[in-house]
């Protein structure tokens, strides 16, 4: 039987590490792929669970772009699909963008699958909405500057909280310190932060503290990567009280008749 699948390359948002959460057409790619290219150190286990025995399985946990682009490339040339898994949804720090360019370059064929990101799975858990009807309606996703990747100037930790938004924020684990501190600039200090730890995996873990406690249960927790935090008034009680217009019976659309 032949795999249905064309050569080409299958970019993949696997979510934050549930395989339950993986879309159908995602699911489905994974399964039937000759070749999976996956972050061994970001991308669990059993996301893998269903793919074939015959699979070439490519870690890449120790390798360079300068290493994956050429084999991708050299897959798909020797007429197999490959399936490039990353964490989370590919628009989110996936370092997507120069490998579509590079297979471009090389007259490659390729697909992008969207994901679910860990801030969605998150909110789920917390059985949160992060956007709450007169109280914050802006979600940022956001991160801290690091080695790997500097911050622009107008994209400033601090200068993102004088929003007071719901504030995601990404691999910040290791300047936890340095992130609290931008963050109480703008942010009351009791304003509950969730610390999520390898949202979908199964040693998970979700505490939710205060603002003025996020840099020091970081550190009892002893958490330096794959952990993200949600900062926002929604997660308060007064988050709970607030009713949204859109169900309200006293609210008209297009598709409801105002009921009075």
């Known amino acids: ?117 860990a801030f969605q799975a998150a909110a789920a858990k917390l059985e949160a909405e992060l956007t709450v009807p007169d109280l914050v309606q802006t979600i940022i996703l956001t991160r801290i500057g690091g080695r790997a990747s500097s911050m622009p100037e107008s994209e400033e930790l601090s200068s993102l909280a004088a929003h007071q938004a719901s504030l995601c924020l990404y691999l910040a684990a290791r300047h936890a310190e340095s992130a609290q501190e931008k963050l109480l600039q703008h942010y009351p200090p009791d304003t509950p932060v969730a610390i999520c730890f390898r949202i979908g995996w199964p040693d998970e873990k979700i505490c939710i503290v205060p603002l003025a406690k996020m840099a020091q249960t970081t550190r009892q927790e002893g958490l330096i990567r794959t952990t993200l935090y949600i900062i926002s008034p929604a997660l308060g009680e007064i988050g709970g009280k607030a009713r949204s217009r859109l169900y309200h019976p006293e609210h008209s659309h297009l598709f409801r008749n105002k009921l009075w």
């Open 1 to 117: 039987m032949s795999n249905p699948l064309k050569p080409a390359v299958y970019f993949i948002g696997a979510g934050p590490g549930d395989p339950e959460l993986l879309t159908v057409k995602a699911h489905k790619i994974i399964s039937q792929a000759d070749v999976i290219v996956f972050a061994d150190s970001l991308v669990p286990k059993q996301i893998l669970q269903d793919v074939r025995s015959d699979a070439e399985l490519v870690r890449t946990g120790n390798k360079t772009l300068e290493e994956i682009i050429p084999l991708t490339i050299e897959r798909v040339r020797a007429n197999l699909s490959v399936a490039r898994i990353h964490s989370g949804d590919l628009t989110l720090y996936s370092a997507v963008g120069e490998q579509i360019r590079a297979l471009a370059a090389a007259n490659i064929p390729y697909e992008l699958i969207p994901g679910i990101s």
